[in-house]
């Protein structure tokens, strides 16, 4: 298969306006991916598949990452010469920046036809809380339907043009997320009837404001 | 089925049964199988939508054994997990553990020791065979041969788990492969108790094929049931023994050629119609094909350590970055990705579940089938839950 550079390339050329590049892996395996920005996904994806070097005819594995936001503390240096004439005083300044987070789907791509692969190929969403929406690649890989259910199910991701998007793991009441890296599980005090200790302390917490203290997860469609 | 509006763990058992009108069809009956039906395997439940005794609509549910093993994995060390990838596919504990240990020396870089590689190739083929066997003892226990083929299956799996156990400790929770090579190495006995249980397994295929292969009723309740194509296969992403009953070829043992699977002569047996007949039949024929590699192993297996010196056992830290490795394992392509972020815990672990991709196409195989033949399709996909619903 040509080298991911190339690959790329070949895209741009294929798709003016397309936003694609190579996204490295620093580790062992050096599987390198390609970023595809999600406007022109499903048009690539079908060129993949329907290429006749790529020929990459088989998902193999669909699979969500989750990237909270964080804060970057980014340090400026700067030389202030002293009046006196003296040598230059070097000051640090320190400017904090919140990076927002995002959500990550991963395709793994192997070509059944000419037995090579793996083209890792990511897909990343504008935020993690409202624009969270991604092209569904089920129509161009059947293999994708259940995995992008379960990307839906477990990180929130919301997929576009899916036959059948609904939760598949968890049940249809749930509420949260349980996959993403800021999720709480929701208070379970029923295991114990004479809560003590910071269990009486959390119990009364809650007691005193339901809606604050049990996360939104609680309300399953077991208990109501 | 969000579509009524109804939680999926609310009706429990398989007697809830529902009329639903349908002005073209007369009257459907949408019938729930499971989860507790005897011939899901597990807690799995279907809602099947039915035309008098054929089925129109399929409709799979999952997640009654969901415990969301990856964020359990993601909360730990990677070498914690590795007991915990026994519990996936719970009849496969070697090849899972395979699967995952070959994720994380990809991430890290970590040699394996020959040994070690041939001791792999030796448990992964007898997990095989032991998967393999089993499965035809449930496909015939499921279309109604009660009794004697599963008790002949479960009599050769027991000296299987056997040797497991003798090696590991367990006899189906092995936890017996480390990053770098194998926990402990096996004993010359081992390997002699392992041949003689290679050796005496051709003839036993052949007597249980003599009992059932030729038979008339399992003909009659297979042949041109559940016929999957093979670009409808790998659109699905259908692996393992499915996808190759469908008339691909595709066996990563051969593609990845990961371990030292190159160095061994065996063949890849593919389907010719890709009915239920077909799916049987492909898993007697690779049982006949890995007591060859288990034959050729067995002769060549090197002396040397199994575990490379240099692995670490305590504080092993993956440098950052990711990596995919997959295996053939005996339901299908098991896959492990790994994400790392230079913490001892896997800053994103996923398993790639093949008994679950392979239900996709669940729906499109029982399609104008009766109830009966769903119960044989659903056996010969060959599913554990555990596995699906992780």
Same mark, same amino acid.
């Given at each position: 298969m040509e080298s991911l550079e190339q690959l790329c390339c070949r895209l741009l050329a294929r798709f003016p306006g397309a936003q694609v590049s190579v996204v490295p892996n620093p580790g062992a395996a050096a599987q390198h991916s390609v970023l595809l920005d999600p406007a022109h996904a499903r048009a690539i994806a079908e060129f993949l598949r329907d290429d006749e070097a790529l020929a990459l005819d088989f998902c193999s594995n669909v699979t969500g990452v989750d990237w909270p936001d964080k804060t970057v503390v980014e340090v400026t240096?700067?030389?202030?010469?002293?009046?006196?004439?003296? !040598?230059?005083?070097?000051? #640090?300044?320190? %400017?904090?920046?919140?990076?927002?987070?995002?959500?990550?789907?991963?395709?793994?791509?192997? $070509?059944?036809?000419?037995?090579?692969?793996?083209?890792?190929?990511?897909?990343?969403?504008?935020?993690?809380?409202?624009?969270?929406?991604? !092209?569904?690649?089920?129509?161009?890989?059947?293999?994708? #339907?259940?995995?992008?259910?379960?990307?839906?199910?477990?990180?929130?991701?919301?997929?576009?043009?899916?036959?059948?998007?609904?939760?598949?793991?968890?049940?249809?009441?749930?509420?949260?997320?349980?996959?993403?890296?800021?999720?709480? #599980?929701?208070?379970?005090? #029923?295991?114990?009837?004479? !809560?003590?200790?910071?269990?009486?302390?959390?119990? %009364?917490?809650?007691?005193?404001?339901?809606?604050?203290?049990? !996360? $939104?997860?609680?309300?399953?469609?077991?208990? $109501? | 089925m969000s579509s009524t509006g109804e939680s999926p763990l609310l009706p429990a058992g398989g007697a809830h049964v529902r009329a639903v009108t349908d002005e073209f069809h007369g009257d459907l009956l949408e019938v729930s199988m499971g989860p507790h039906h005897p011939s899901t395997h597990g807690v799995f439940r279907m809602m099947v939508t039915l035309d008098g005794e054929r089925i129109v609509r399929l409709k799979p549910v999952f997640g009654y054994l969901h415990r969301n093993h990856e964020k359990i994995g993601e909360s730990t060390t990677y070498l914690s997990s590795m007991p915990y990838t026994d519990r996936l596919d719970y009849l496969n504990s070697m090849t899972n553990n395979w699967a995952y240990a070959l994720a994380v020396e990809k991430l890290a870089g970590v040699p394996v020791p020959e040994r070690a590689e041939y001791l792999r190739i030796i448990l992964a083929e007898l997990t095989r065979l032991q998967n393999?066997? &089993?499965?035809?003892? =449930?496909?015939?226990?499921?279309?109604?041969?009660?009794?004697?083929?599963?008790?002949?299956?479960?009599?050769? /799996?027991?000296?299987? +788990?056997?040797?497991?156990?003798?090696?590991?400790?367990?006899?189906? *929770? &092995?936890?017996?492969?480390?990053?770098?090579? &194998? /926990?402990?190495?096996?004993?010359?006995?081992?390997?002699? /108790?392992?041949?003689?249980?290679?050796?005496? =397994?051709?003839? =036993? +295929?052949?007597?249980?094929?003599? +009992?059932?292969?030729?038979?008339?009723?399992? *003909?009659?309740?297979?042949?041109?049931?559940?016929?999957?194509?093979?670009?409808?296969?790998?659109?699905?992403?259908?692996?393992?023994? *499915?996808?190759?009953?469908?008339?691909?070829?595709?066996?990563?043992?051969?593609?990845?050629?990961?371990? +030292?699977?190159?160095?061994?002569? =065996?063949?890849?047996?593919?389907?010719?119609?890709?009915?239920?007949?077909?799916?049987?039949?492909?898993?007697?024929?690779? *049982?006949?094909?890995?007591?060859?590699?288990?034959?050729?192993?067995?002769?060549?297996?090197?002396?040397?350590?199994?575990?490379?010196?240099?692995?670490?056992?305590?504080?092993? /830290?993956?440098?950052?970055?990711?990596?995919?490795?997959?295996?053939?394992?005996?339901?299908?392509?098991?896959?492990?990705?790994?994400?790392?972020?230079?913490?001892?815990?896997?800053?994103r672990y996923r398993v790639r579940p093949p008994s679950f991709i392979n239900l996709t196409v669940l729906e499109d195989l029982c399609l104008g089938h009766t109830v009966a033949d769903s119960v044989v399709i659903l056996g010969s996909i060959d599913i554990v839950l555990g596995e699906v619903d992780r």
């Open positions: 240096k700067a030389s202030v010469p002293d009046p006196a004439g003296g !040598p230059a005083k070097v000051t #640090e300044q320190k %400017k904090e920046r919140l990076e927002p987070g995002y959500l990550e789907v991963v395709y793994h791509l192997y $070509s059944v036809k000419l037995r090579h692969g793996p083209l890792v190929v990511r897909m990343r969403t504008e935020n993690r809380t409202d624009r969270v929406s991604l !092209p569904s690649l089920t129509p161009v890989w059947r293999a994708a #339907e259940f995995q992008e259910r379960e990307v839906f199910d477990l990180y929130g991701a919301v997929f576009q043009g899916h036959p059948d998007l609904r939760r598949i793991l968890m049940w249809d009441g749930f509420k949260d997320h349980p996959m993403r890296k800021d999720y709480v #599980e929701p208070e379970d005090n #029923e295991w114990e009837p004479t !809560p003590h200790g910071d269990l009486l302390a959390k119990v %009364k917490l809650q007691q005193a404001a339901p809606a604050a203290a049990a !996360p $939104s997860g609680a309300a399953g469609g077991t208990k $109501s | 393999h066997i &089993c499965l035809a003892g =449930f496909l015939l226990q499921d279309s109604g041969a009660s009794g004697t083929p599963l008790m002949y299956a479960f009599r050769e /799996r027991e000296k299987i +788990l056997g040797l497991f156990e003798s090696l590991s400790g367990s006899r189906m *929770m &092995c936890n017996y492969q480390r990053f770098g090579g &194998c /926990r402990v190495d096996a004993a010359p006995d081992w390997l002699a /108790r392992a041949r003689n249980l290679v050796n005496g =397994f051709g003839a =036993f +295929l052949d007597e249980f094929e003599e +009992l059932v292969t030729g038979n008339e009723i399992l *003909m009659a309740r297979t042949q041109g049931i559940g016929v999957l194509t093979a670009p409808a296969a790998v659109g699905a992403g259908i692996t393992g023994p *499915m996808l190759r009953a469908a008339g691909v070829g595709y066996d990563v043992r051969k593609v990845d050629g990961y371990g +030292l699977y190159p160095r061994f002569s =065996f063949r890849v047996p593919v389907g010719a119609h890709g009915d239920t007949y077909d799916r049987y039949m492909i898993r007697i024929l690779e *049982m006949r094909e890995s007591i060859s590699i288990l034959q050729q192993a067995l002769k060549d297996i090197p002396e040397g350590p199994v575990m490379d010196p240099k692995a670490k056992i305590r504080g092993f /830290r993956p440098k950052p970055g990711e990596a995919y490795g997959r295996i053939e394992g005996p339901k299908g392509e098991i896959g492990f990705y790994l994400i790392s972020d230079g913490t001892p815990n896997p800053y």
